[in-house]
Antibody
Framework: QVQLVQSGAEMKKPGASVKVSCKAS????????MHWVRQAPGQGLEWMGRINPNNGGTNFAQKFQGRVTLTRDTSSSTVYLEVNRLTSDDTAVYYCARDLGVSIFFWGQGTLVTVAS | NFMLTQPHSVSDSPGKTVTISCTRSSGSIDSNYVQWFQQRPGSVPTTVIY?????PSGVPDRFSGSIDSSSNSASLTISGLKTEDEADYYC?????????FGGGTKLTVL
């Protein structure tokens, strides 16, 4: 049974960075792409990017290019999302999600990131 | 990139059948698989349909997905509505490396 367990809520000031983790279990870590999706309060789902845990290759939505970094640690089956230069518009729940074949299927529990001065 | 357009809201009574549409703005709807996610208030999204019309184990067969090339749209149909089906529903597809979500549809079960 695939499980994605994310790190806890974060509170950051504008201009700071945040790093969120997502630990996978229940299946081969390097066998599936991992995505990050965010949801601002009262808003819809927004895809940010993905990482191939096998080789570390990444792809991003154009909006997040240059401000978001995705990394992985194969020894602990964990992927990481880092967002730099935070603004209040980055206040959201951040989800990691794992592929099943060609698209998103399994979801982590979400991590609330609040950006406020 | 294309867009996926969903109605903002739909509603119906328990026991009825409701259909939520998801229209692709450019390119063929059948070029890439469509997924549907359910998000109950305050909860994590869960997959109710994947690869156009496949139902994950544990999802009732009241949920079904389809593709209509003539209208370039995907649909999620929920029959025998229950109050527990009240949620936001999102369609999703992809274009190369990009994953694209529809804006979401709020289903109210009256």
């Amino acid at each position: 049974q695939v499980q994605l367990v994310q790190s806890g809520a974060e509170m950051k000031k504008p201009g700071a960075s945040v790093k969120v983790s997502c630990k996978a279990s229940g299946d081969t870590f390097t066998g599936h792409l991992m995505h990050w999706v965010r949801q601002a309060p009262g808003q819809g789902l927004e895809w940010m990017g993905r990482i191939n845990p096998n080789n570390g290759g990444t792809n991003f939505a154009q909006k997040f290019q240059g401000r978001v970094t995705l990394t992985r640690d194969t020894s602990s089956s964990t992927v990481y999302l880092e967002v730099n230069r935070l603004t209040s518009d980055d206040t959201a729940v951040y989800y990691c999600a794992r592929d099943l074949g060609v698209s998103i299927f399994f979801w982590g529990q979400g991590t609330l990131v609040t950006v406020a001065s | 990139n294309f867009m996926l357009t969903q109605p903002h809201s739909v509603s119906d009574s328990p026991g009825k059948t409701v259909t939520i549409s998801c229209t692709r703005s450019s390119g063929s709807i059948d070029s890439n698989y469509v997924q549907w996610f359910q998000q109950r208030p305050g909860s994590v999204p869960t997959t109710v349909i994947y690869e156009d019309n496949q139902r994950p184990s544990g999802v009732p067969d009241r949920f079904s997905g389809s593709i209509d090339s003539s209208s370039n749209s995907a649909s999620l149909t929920i029959s025998g509505l229950k109050t527990e089906d009240e949620a936001d529903y999102y369609c999703q597809s992809y274009n190369g490396t990009n994953q694209i979500f529809g804006g979401g549809t709020k289903l109210t079960v009256l």
